[in-house]
């Protein structure tokens, strides 16, 4: 069977702070921050990416992928599969 390598890519990062989430999700149900987000107990901030939209929490990096894309990434993982380059 042929084996491949990734080619390497330059990616932004940052690690996730209040005010850099596209929303929220409060019970199941996604809402936008530019909309009305329910004040509701629970709500949890989240992302949009190009498969929906994705819970992050403190400490998670948000990464920026070469079409502009952004998703989230647990710590332990982001460590064990980047290095900073700069």
Do not use: N
């Not at 809402?31 to 009305?36: A, M, Q, S, T, V």
């Amino acid at each position: 069977m042929p084996r491949f390598r990734k080619k390497p890519v330059v990616i932004e990062a940052v690690i996730y702070e209040p005010g850099l989430e596209d929303g929220f999700i409060v019970g199941g149900r996604y809402y936008d921050k530019l909309g009305d987000v329910p004040r509701a107990m629970g709500r949890k901030p989240a992302i949009k990416t190009l498969e929906g939209h994705h819970e992050i929490s403190p400490g998670d990096w948000i990464i920026t992928g070469i079409k502009g894309e952004r998703y989230p990434c647990k710590p332990d993982i982001f460590e064990a599969t980047y290095e900073q380059v700069e």
